[in-house]
């Protein structure tokens, strides 16, 4: 089969192998021939070598982590699903998978759902990580309610987008911030206020609102703090919690690190489905031009996912 990996870390230095062998199927895990994978940049850091503590550098390595495809083969004692089920979810090598941007893939079923029944594989693809993300962050860790305000960084973002429309379906008031030429897509995911990082300070424009989703980190992350009311939380995907500006202005700081796992992918496939929320893909790239594809990720300033489309 083939698949995207890499031999050594490095800036583009992903390649199509075109020899790989199917992953052995193991007790407890499912063989998924795959139809489409998303981009997200933690795909790039990898390659680059952002992650090697954590990453066994057993060469070479197939890259990627979210996919949509269908179960091929089924592993000794997994009982949630069967051949031909339309799955989707996260194959990563740091999570114990086999890599996502190939033919076919290995990966354990508690990574994996089934597929939103109106999405495309292309779609589902897009959805694991940044949605999952975002699920996390806004139902679990800031716990958002109706009628509250919340300031989203990073909008146009694969995460940011998901969180926009989770918001506004949960009937919050959304500001977020993004770039002058992104307004347009994100008065149409339903951000209630725009604006723009270059030629605006946000700090001074919001005030007293209930919960921050940081996206971006670095001083953006900082100068956040001013926007929330005492008792008000901050979540960041970036920084970790600050404790001397929590204390300062009395609010809740909180590190996001996302797991992606069956439930989050269940819910996600309910808001999906309930028309809740919707995925914007920048560009799609053939496997055959991953590398490309992770290049673009890497270099742009994507509005919405990036998508590989593989079988």
Do not use: C
């Not at 594989?121 to 679990?140: C, H, K, Q, R, W």
């Not at 500006?245 to 309930?274: C, P, R, W």
């Amino acid at each position: 089969m083939k698949a995207a990996q890499i031999s050594e870390y490095g800036k583009d230095v992903v390649r199509i192998n075109k020899n790989v062998e199917i992953p052995d199927l193991l007790p407890g895990k499912v063989i998924v021939k795959v139809h489409a994978a998303g981009v997200n940049p933690i795909d790039w850091k990898i390659t680059e070598g952002y992650m090697s503590q954590a990453i066994s550098d057993n060469f070479p390595l197939t890259v990627g982590d979210d996919f949509a495809g269908t179960v091929e083969y089924v592993g000794e004692g997994v009982t949630q699903y069967d051949i031909d089920d339309k799955v989707y979810g996260s194959a990563g090598i740091r999570m114990g998978g086999s890599g996502a941007i190939a033919e076919y893939l290995s990966t354990e079923p508690k990574l994996i759902a089934k597929m939103p029944e109106k999405a495309s594989d292309e779609e589902a693809a897009a959805l694991p990580l940044t949605g999952v993300s975002a699920v996390d962050v806004i139902y679990n860790k800031i716990k958002l309610k109706k009628g509250q305000q919340i300031l989203i960084h990073g909008g146009s973002g694969g995460i940011g987008s998901m969180a926009i429309q989770i918001a506004k379906h949960m009937g919050a008031y959304v500001a977020t911030t993004a770039r002058k030429d992104k307004a347009q897509y994100l008065e149409k995911l339903g951000a209630d206020e725009i604006i723009d990082y270059k030629d605006e300070v946000f700090e001074e424009i919001l005030k007293d609102y209930d919960a921050v989703f940081d996206t971006v980190g670095g001083d953006t992350y900082k100068r956040s703090f001013k926007v929330l009311k005492k008792g008000g939380v901050i979540v960041s995907m970036l920084g970790q919690p600050d404790t001397e500006l929590m204390n300062k202005y009395q609010v809740n700081a909180i590190g996001q690190f996302t797991q992606t796992n069956s439930d989050s992918l269940k819910k996600l496939a309910e808001l999906f489905d309930a028309g809740a929320i919707k995925v914007n893909i920048d560009r799609f790239f053939p496997l055959d031009e991953a590398a490309e594809a992770l290049k673009y990720q890497r270099d742009n300033s994507v509005k919405g996912k990036v998508v590989i489309e593989i079988n």
